[in-house]
T-cell receptor, first 114, second 115 residues
Framework: EAGVAQSPRYKIIEKRQSVAFWCNPI?????LYWYQQILGQGPKLLIQ????????DSQLPKDRFSAERLKGVDSTLKIQPAKLEDSAVYLC????????????FGPGTRLTVL | AQSVTQPDIHITVSEGASLELRCNYS??????LFWYVQSPGQGLQLLLK??????LVQGIKGFEAEFKRSQSSFNLRKPSVHWSDAAEYFC?????????????FGTGTRLAVRP
């Protein structure tokens, strides 16, 4: 079974530029999550999708971050414009809808904002 | 709000020694609890999870964890550490009693292994 795919793996940009990350979840997984992991901290949820609808985006800085999940499969997370404090690893995870289902994580995208 | 605390930021053990990583939770009811491991440059991999039933949970790579309600703890253990276990370990709890919900992670414990 293929895991969660993310691209790119690494990205370096200057502040005020824009950037986009892509995630392809495990086939059949209805729920998709984007987490932000700042160095030295645990991951923090940015947004959660159930199929193509948003379940929770309370922690998403909506003035600069946006995310979409077209057709309930792939997802894109965008930052525009980027700030220095956005430097982090962005992790995508997916899970089914059952009580026993677990979140499976992709390798992440490491973003450096200069 | 549900939360987990990992009191140890960094732990160093010798190869072959036993290991215990601490996790304390704050939750309104019997929680679901998870331990994940993150190797350098990798995503998070699930080691084990507790939902209900037997309070001693076996996981992958020889890890186990014990749920202790009286102490609000879910400590991770391994009897003999291997050099490949060097990584960062995260305890996590979901926002509601379902594994299909966002996870709240602790700050992590970084494990170093002495040869």
């Amino acid at each position: 079974e293929a895991g969660v795919a993310q691209s790119p793996r690494y990205k370096i940009i200057e502040k005020r530029q824009s950037v986009a990350f892509w995630c392809n979840p495990i086939s059949g997984h209805a729920t998709l999550y984007w987490y932000q992991q700042i160095l030295g901290q645990g991951p923090k949820l940015l947004i959660q999708f159930q199929n193509n609808g948003v379940v929770d985006d309370s922690q998403l800085p909506k003035d600069r971050f946006s995310a979409e999940r077209l057709k309930g499969v792939d997802s894109t997370l965008k930052i525009q414009p980027a700030k220095l404090e956005d430097s982090a690893v962005y992790l995508c995870a997916s899970s089914g809808q059952g009580v026993a289902d677990t979140q499976y994580f992709g390798p992440g995208t490491r973003l450096t904002v200069l | 709000a549900q939360s987990v605390t990992q009191p140890d930021i960094h732990i160093t053990v010798s190869e072959g020694a036993s290991l215990e990583l601490r996790c304390n939770y704050s939750y309104g009811a019997t929680p679901y609890l998870f331990w994940y491991v993150q190797s350098p440059g990798q995503g998070l991999q699930l080691l084990l999870k507790y939902f209900s039933g037997d309070t001693l949970v076996q996981g992958i790579k020889g890890f186990e964890a014990e749920f202790k309600r009286s102490q609000s703890s879910f400590n991770l253990r391994k009897p003999s550490v291997h050099w490949s276990d060097a990584a960062e370990y995260f305890c996590a709890v979901p926002g509601k009693k379902s594994s299909g919900d966002k996870l709240t992670f602790g700050t992590g414990t970084r494990l170093a292994v002495r040869p």
